[in-house]
């Protein structure tokens, strides 16, 4: 991890974000997109120079850095697994409440290049050396306790290398597989008590889904369907099925998805309804929240 004083003022950023979270209002903020899990911000706002993406605070500095290690260990497999990595640097803020914010840290990257945004700009082709470079970067890094986000919107796409950009919640299991190696309460801690323990078993075993290239693949797939990339489907199945040997059909993407559509705008719901109540019980909500999912665009 680097130290990030001179580049980032970390205390001004968690004060921006706050400030954002308080008035359920980002427009002071220069949002560069978001998932399911953050939102991506240039920074700093006036003259960007970074993208940033927070990470709900962790109870204490040992949780955080715990997430720090995993998410460190992550980068080394893709690495060995041959795989690009966007250039990411984690930074540790400790609140003076004590609680523990990690930031990421990268190059604003040219929009034109994200996966998404290359397929719809290309007539779908079997074969197409992208798909191949994340069909194989899936066969190469997933395993029983290692899932693998491989979307089009977490890639980068050069016209020769795919560069992945997603490492705000790294995939890895414990030996159980029902345990995320780092602490699940910041993400869990923006639900309502009484659902958490629901949602730890449906998250976690979305997570499982990652953990093979068949169920990683399968989710790009769904996610293309999502977000209208129907047309690249059947030839991204038809180049995948060939490269790995596997026999992904576009009935298994399209139940994905319609899983998705339920499960996660109900999850950003329940996240609404915990703001409303912290809110209201002179607490404070820590995640800043999209308007809706990108399941609901
Ligand atoms: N470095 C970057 N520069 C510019 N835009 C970015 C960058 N990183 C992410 N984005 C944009 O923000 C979106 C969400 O980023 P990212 O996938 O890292 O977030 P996430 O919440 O972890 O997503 P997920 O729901 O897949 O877990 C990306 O699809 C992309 O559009
Ligand atoms: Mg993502």
């Known amino acids: 991890m680097s130290e990030p004083a001179e580049t980032i003022d970390l205390a ?65 497999r893709l690495r060995v697994a041959d795989v690009a990595v966007l250039p990411t640097t984690l930074h540790l803020h400790v609140r003076s409440d004590g609680r523990a914010v990690v930031y990421h840290q990268q190059p604003i990257a040219d929009a034109r290049q994200l996966g998404t945004n290359v397929l719809r700009t290309t007539s779908p082709e079997e074969g197409h050396p992208l798909l191949l470079a994340v069909a194989d970067a899936a066969a190469r890094v997933c395993a029983p306790t290692v899932g693998f986000d491989c979307q089009m919107a977490n890639w980068l796409w050069d016209g020769s290398t795919a560069t992945q950009l997603d490492f705000t919640s790294p995939f890895v299991l414990d030996e159980s597989r029902s345990e995320l190696t780092y602490d699940s309460h910041a993400f869990l801690q923006e639900y309502p008590v009484l659902t958490r323990f ?86 404070s909500y820590e995640q800043l929240l999209p308007e809706r999912t990108t399941y609901e665009r």
């Open 198 to 283: 629901y949602l730890k078993r449906e998250l976690t075993s979305l997570v499982l889904r990652f953990t093979t290239p068949e169920g990683a693949l399968g989710d790009m797939l769904a996610n293309m369907l999502k977000e209208g990339l129907d047309d690249w489907v059947d030839p991204a199945i038809r180049t995948i099925n060939d490269r790995l040997g596997v026999q992904l059909r576009r009935e298994t993407a399209q139940e994905m998805l319609d899983n998705d559509r339920k499960l996660l705008p109900m999850v950003l719901k329940l996240k609404k309804g915990q703001r409303w109540w912290l809110n209201h019980t002179g607490r």
């Open 12 to 76: 001004a950023a968690e004060a921006a974000v706050r400030h954002a979270i308080r008035r359920r209002n980002t427009d002071a903020l220069q949002l560069l997109g978001h998932g399911e899990i953050s939102l991506v911000m240039a920074w700093p706002s006036q003259q960007p120079s970074s993208a940033l993406k927070r990470v709900p605070p962790f109870r204490d500095e040992a949780r955080a850095r715990q997430y720090i290690d995993v998410c460190e260990q992550f980068f080394q």
